[in-house]
Nanobody
């Protein structure tokens, strides 16, 4: 089993940037597809971005495409999310997720989750 710990959240003004990191321990990191989800107050948890096991393919929600970039380092066992040109509607708790058998965007398909890191974007 893999354990995930997110970091890098914070408070920024609209138009600013943040870089989120997720460190994985246990298991074999390179066998997991990795993803980022987010959940705003009173909203369902939603897909943000995913990256395949080798890092060869990435997928993004339409709402963040062109602004966010997901990447992974299979030596350091980390996955990152670069958030650029942030908007107030990006405010949410951001979660790292891992799975060995899916690259689907539905929350229910992902087996392992971190505790989340708060991103707050002021207007």
């Amino acid at each position: 089993q893999v354990r995930l710990v997110e970091s890098g959240g914070g408070l920024v003004q609209a138009g600013g940037s943040l870089r989120l990191s997720c460190r994985a321990s246990g298991g074999s990191f390179s066998t997991y597809a990795m993803a980022w989800f987010r959940q705003a107050p009173a909203k369902e948890r939603e897909f943000v971005a995913l990256i395949t096991r080798s890092g060869g393919s990435t997928y993004y929600a339409d709402s963040v495409k062109g602004r966010f970039t997901i990447s992974r380092d299979n030596v350091k066992n980390t996955v990152s999310l670069q958030l650029n040109n942030l908007k107030p509607e990006d405010t949410a708790v951001y979660y790292c997720a891992a799975d060995q058998s899916t690259i689907a965007t539905s929350v229910r398909n992902w087996d392992y989750w971190g505790q989340g890191t708060q991103v707050t974007v002021s207007s």
